[in-house]
């Protein structure tokens, strides 16, 4: 059974930098597309960025474009995202995702989530 552990999340002032991890269980993690969502409070989820199999294709949410960067590591089973000039409006609870399909990012439906990580940014 598939099974993703986020980690990395906590507290860091406005320009601050933080890198989320992600670590896949349960599936062929080089088969699977990732990406990361994330819900701020009293809002919708929204798409953050995503990152293809092969690991060559990414891209981002304008919103968080220039300041943040997905990576992955095959051996690892492991993705990451990289957050750097960070803004109190970053604050948010962030999903990682795995799904076959890439182009299910960033609306499609995604199989498989994590229980997500915390991160507030202090103004």
């Known amino acids: 059974q598939a099974q993703l552990v986020e980690s990395g999340g906590g507290v860091v002032q406005a320009g601050g930098s933080l890198r989320l991890s992600c670590v896949a269980s349960?599936?062929?993690?080089?088969?699977?597309?990732l990406g990361w969502f994330r819900r701020a409070p009293g809002k919708q989820r929204e798409f953050v960025a995503a990152?293809?199999?092969?690991?060559?294709?990414?891209f981002y949410a304008d919103s968080v474009k220039g300041r943040f960067t997905i990576s992955k590591d095959n051996a690892k089973n492991t993705v990451y995202l990289q957050m750097d000039s960070l803004k109190p409006e970053d604050t948010a609870v962030y999903y990682c995702?795995?799904?076959?399909?890439?182009?299910?990012?960033?609306?499609?439906?995604?199989?498989?989530w994590g229980k997500g990580t915390l991160v507030t940014v202090s103004s």
């Open positions: 990152i293809s199999r092969s690991g060559g294709s990414v």
């Open positions: 995702t795995a799904d076959p399909n890439y182009s299910d990012y960033p609306a499609g439906g995604i199989n498989y």
């Open positions: 349960g599936i062929t993690f080089s088969n699977y597309a």
